[in-house]
C-alpha cells in the first residue's frame, strides 16, 4: 500500500506547490531496504525501489533507513498487528476486491518482494523547534488521512 500513499501525499504537494505552507515543507521518503550490491540492477527491478520513487513518489528524494530508526519510531508496527476490521471471511474477501479495484482504477501495481510486513507511517517534523507536530501510523488497506496530513503541515508551516 506504500505506493498509493506516496502516490497521495506526492499529489498533494505537486497540487500545492505554490503554496506557501508548502514551500516551507520538504517530502521525504523512508525505506527500510534496497537491493543488495550483489543482485544489482536486476533485483533492483524486482524489489521495485527505482519503480516506486519514480512512479508514485515522483523523484522526491528517498533515504534508507537500514537501521529502522524511523520505524522504531512507530513501535516498530507490522501488518501482523493491525486488527482486522471482520472475522468474517466474506467481509475480508470483499474488503480485498474492494482494494484491489481502488489500486487497479489508480493504476498502482505492486509487487511482493521484499520484506512488506513492516509498515511505516507520516511525520510531520517541525524542524524548528525539532519536535514531531503529527504523526500517523499505516493502516493497510485504509486510504491515507490526506486532508489531516494537509492540515498539520499546514500549522507546522505557521510556526516557522
Known amino acids: 500500500m506504500c505506493r498509493e500513499e506516496a502516490q497521495l501525499i506526492t499529489t498533494l504537494?505537486?497540487?500545492?506547490?505554490?503554496?506557501?505552507?508548502?514551500?516551507?515543507?520538504?517530502l521525504i521518503g523512508?525505506?527500510?531496504?534496497?537491493a543488495p550490491v550483489r543482485g544489482g540492477p536486476r533485483y533492483d527491478a524486482q524489489l521495485?525501489?527505482?519503480?516506486?520513487?519514480?512512479?508514485?513518489f515522483k523523484n522526491y528524494p528517498v533515504y534508507?533507513?537500514?537501521e529502522r530508526e524511523?520505524?522504531?519510531?512507530?513501535?516498530?508496527?507490522?501488518?501482523?498487528?493491525?486488527?482486522?476490521h471482520s472475522w468474517n471471511p466474506i467481509k475480508l474477501y470483499i474488503s480485498f476486491s474492494e482494494l484491489m479495484k481502488r489500486l487497479d482504477k489508480k493504476n498502482?501495481?505492486?509487487?511482493?518482494?521484499?520484506?512488506g510486513l513492516l509498515q511505516g507511517g507520516v511525520?510531520?517534523?517541525n524542524n524548528k523547534k525539532k519536535t514531531v507536530?503529527?504523526?500517523?501510523?499505516?493502516?493497510?488497506?485504509?486510504?491515507?488521512p490526506v486532508n489531516e496530513i494537509e492540515n498539520a503541515i499546514k500549522q507546522c508551516a505557521s510556526l516557522m
Open 13 to 26: 504537494f505537486e497540487e500545492n506547490k505554490d503554496k506557501n505552507y508548502i514551500k516551507k515543507t520538504k
Open 30 to 34: 523512508i525505506i527500510k531496504e534496497i
Open 48 to 56: 521495485g525501489v527505482t519503480e516506486f520513487q519514480e512512479n508514485y
Open 64 to 66: 534508507l533507513d537500514s
Open 70 to 84: 524511523f520505524f522504531n519510531l512507530f513501535g516498530l508496527h507490522y501488518l501482523t498487528s493491525q486488527p482486522f
Open 108 to 115: 498502482i501495481k505492486g509487487n511482493v518482494t521484499g520484506e
Open 123 to 125: 511525520l510531520v517534523v
Open 133 to 144: 507536530d503529527y504523526s500517523y501510523k499505516e493502516l493497510t488497506g485504509y486510504l491515507l
